[in-house]
């Protein structure tokens, strides 16, 4: 039968774990011993760096969605909200609501994400993410944070998602033009919702596909990417 581990031993493996705690800087770990079945003394294994990384902690997102507001919110613009609403109600967040802290938008606030949908124009939609996106880091308190937009994407098939980084080019895209010129070149990172594209690329009938009521089964495909948004969500809240 084996003996408890001694305190010499106790000792050598809290050298190990502060080995690596330096070794990961940012990750917290815990290690423990037990005793085997064996007749020789055991000490549970290292947690390995793999490991270390899965034990990070969460940055603080904001996410944001842009499109248009009243009678074109049921358009193909505005995936971006469509999609952002099915997360909150597939993640049981509270209702979209009004905030004296968050203005220019709605917000829902859960325990993983802070969510947040822009109620002005597409093409104006940058001065209403870059308040709120002062207002999310006045009130991290030093946290880690990261602004995340999601967005209408015509280069990729409906209810594709696609992750770029926000200095990507807008292709276009009004709406994230607005946002890198409020947001004065800094970093941040886009979702774009794919909603397909037109056969003709003459801009007034792109102009046309955007803002035309979503069918249901559009509106299913958009709903459904919540899935694949809630996954990169995640993925980048992890760094």
Not at 31 to 38: C, G, R, V, Y
Not at 154 to 170: C, D, N, Y
Not at 181 to 198: F, T
Not at 207 to 229: C, F, P, Q, T, W
């Amino acid at each position: 039968m084996s003996q408890p581990s001694s305190p010499d031993q106790n000792q050598n493996l809290t050298r190990k774990q502060r080995r690596q705690l330096r070794l990961s800087q940012d990750f917290a770990q815990t290690l423990t011993s037990s005793d085997t079945e064996n007749d020789s003394d055991s000490l549970a294994p290292s947690i390995h760096i793999p490991q270390l990384l899965s034990m990070a902690t969460p940055i603080r997102l904001l996410v944001c969605s842009i499109g248009n507001p009243g009678a074109y919110l049921n358009t193909l613009h505005s995936a971006g909200h469509t999609v952002l609403s099915a997360l909150a109600s597939s993640l049981s967040y509270p209702s979209f609501q009004k905030s004296r802290i968050y203005p220019n938008g709605l917000v829902s606030i859960g325990s993983d994400f802070t969510l947040w949908q822009s109620t002005s124009l597409m093409n104006v939609s940058g001065p209403g993410v870059a308040s709120a996106w002062r207002h999310f880091q006045k009130e991290s308190r030093g946290e880690d944070t990261r602004l995340v937009v999601v967005h209408d994407e015509l280069e990729i098939a409906l209810g594709q998602v696609k992750v770029r980084p926000g200095t990507a080019s807008a292709k276009g895209h009004n709406g994230l033009k607005s946002i890198g010129e409020s947001l004065g070149g800094k970093d941040y990172m886009r979702i774009g919702v794919g909603i397909g594209r037109p056969e003709s690329r003459d801009k007034r009938d792109v102009a046309d596909y955007v803002l035309r009521k979503m069918s249901m089964v559009e509106r299913g495909r958009i709903e459904g990417a919540a899935g694949k948004v809630e996954v990169e969500l995640r993925r980048l809240s992890q760094g």
